[in-house]
């Protein structure tokens, strides 16, 4: 088998970051479990560059937050209980359209969520993505970690919407508690050149979280699944989901077993796993897979056994009739096991 250099990974990622339009607008939605779809011709908005970065404190927790997103690690064992980063699943730091971008991420919230069903501010939708996909344990609300987080999203809003004329040092400087909320609120500082341009305070977002794609003409199946696994995923996921790591740290991330997302996450569904697959994976040839080929490697992947759902007590049937359904497998039986009954634990990191 051959092993991809450090070279291979990062024409990857390049061939990944200009991936040209895949069409899909995402409009707006009051309920934010299922992500949108729809169709827009054109092109993705830009974010900015790092040469657009505001002075000051400011910019410096844009900069934090940055290196949090794409090197969440650097805040284990506090927080993260696997081995991922944010930026495994929101791809090119959170600004690739079709893999949930922070710049549309942010213009959301605050927002209902069927999943706690309350209104999340943007620290709220966060911190789920602590709970769940990095298994972990969120920071605190008001946590400078999330302030940071927030920030960066901010400054990738701002700019992705003002678009070539965006100049960094006519942003608004909200207060924390402002950052932490999200840019989906009466009293938002939209850009005066953004307005001046004609942009709405009700912006579309196109390339929105992960674009929904057909249900299959085939139920998906895990054997088909497999085959598409060892076919186009086990060089860099490794043969059993494990993911690769090079010096400690992983080049390519697992996807199933103890260190990845939990039984909780929105990944753990084959249909958002299916989405995210068709518009991201293989890494760099995004668009390979048939719509089938997608939804049965992700059935494959989300059969097989990860950290247990955070919001499990005793009981995984009811465990399965509260939070699961659809197209989460928890609780079923596959091959001659029930999901979940094997679960690896939560945030097994913890610091004591
Ligand atoms: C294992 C993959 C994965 C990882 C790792 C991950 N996320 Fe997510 N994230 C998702 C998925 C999937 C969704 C969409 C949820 C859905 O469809 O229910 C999401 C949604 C979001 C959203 C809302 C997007 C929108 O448009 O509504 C934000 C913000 C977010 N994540 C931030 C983060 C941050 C910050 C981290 C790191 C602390 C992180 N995510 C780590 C998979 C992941
Ligand atoms: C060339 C190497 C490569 C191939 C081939 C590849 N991936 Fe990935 N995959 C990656 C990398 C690298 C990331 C993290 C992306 C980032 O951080 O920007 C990733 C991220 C993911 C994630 C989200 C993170 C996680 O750990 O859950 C999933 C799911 C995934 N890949 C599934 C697949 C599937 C399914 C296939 C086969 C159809 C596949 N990948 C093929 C390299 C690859």
């Known amino acids: 088998m051959f092993r991809l250099s450090s070279s291979t990974l990062l024409l990857g990622l390049s061939l990944a970051t200009v991936s040209t339009a895949y069409a899909a607008d995402v409009g707006k939605l009051a309920i934010q479990d299922e992500l949108p779809v729809g169709q827009a011709a054109g092109e993705y908005p830009r974010p900015p560059s790092w040469d657009q970065l505001p002075e000051g404190e400011l910019g410096e927790k844009v900069l934090r937050g940055y290196e949090h997103f794409v090197n969440t690690q650097s805040l284990a064992p ?182 990845t997302y939990n039984w909780g996450a929105g990944m753990q569904r084959v249909n958002t796993a299916a989405y995210f697959i068709k518009r991201n994976m293989p890494l760099g040839q995004p668009g390979k897979l048939t719509d089938q080929q997608a939804w049965d490697v992700a059935m494959y992947l989300d059969t097989r056994e990860r950290p247990q759902d955070p919001r499990h007590h005793d009981d995984i049937a009811k465990t399965r009739e509260q939070f699961h359904g659809g197209k989460s497998y928890y609780g079923t039986e596959v091959e001659g096991k029930i999901l979940g009954s094997e679960s690896y634990p939560n945030h097994p990191n913890k610091p004591q």
Not at 119 to 133: A, K, T, V, W
Not at 169 to 181: C, G, I, R
Not at 192 to 218: F, M, T, W
């Open 78 to 259: 506090e927080f993260v209980g696997n081995g991922l980063n944010c930026v495994n699943c929101h791809m090119d730091s959170g600004k690739k359209e079709n893999a949930a971008p922070l710049w549309a991420a942010y213009m959301s919230y605050p927002a209902f969520r069927k999943k706690n069903n309350k209104i999340n501010d943007y620290q709220e939708r966060i911190q789920g993505c602590f709970l769940y996909s990095m298994n972990g344990t969120p920071p605190p609300t008001d946590d400078p970690v999330l302030v940071e987080l927030s920030a960066y999203a901010y400054w990738l809003a701002q700019g992705t919407l003002t678009g070539e004329s965006f100049d960094p040092a006519d942003m608004a400087v909200p207060s924390d508690a402002e950052l932490l909320k999200g840019g989906k609120r009466d009293d938002f500082p939209f850009m005066q050149s953004y307005l001046d341009a004609g942009g709405s305070k009700e912006p579309a977002l196109p390339g929105r979280g992960y674009p929904v794609i057909d249900e299959p003409e085939q139920a998906p199946d895990i054997a088909r699944g497999k085959t598409v696994y060892e076919q186009e995923c086990s060089v860099c996921h490794g043969a059993n989901g494990e993911g690769q790591m090079v010096n400690e740290r992983y080049v390519f991330p697992p996807l199933w077993g103890p260190e």
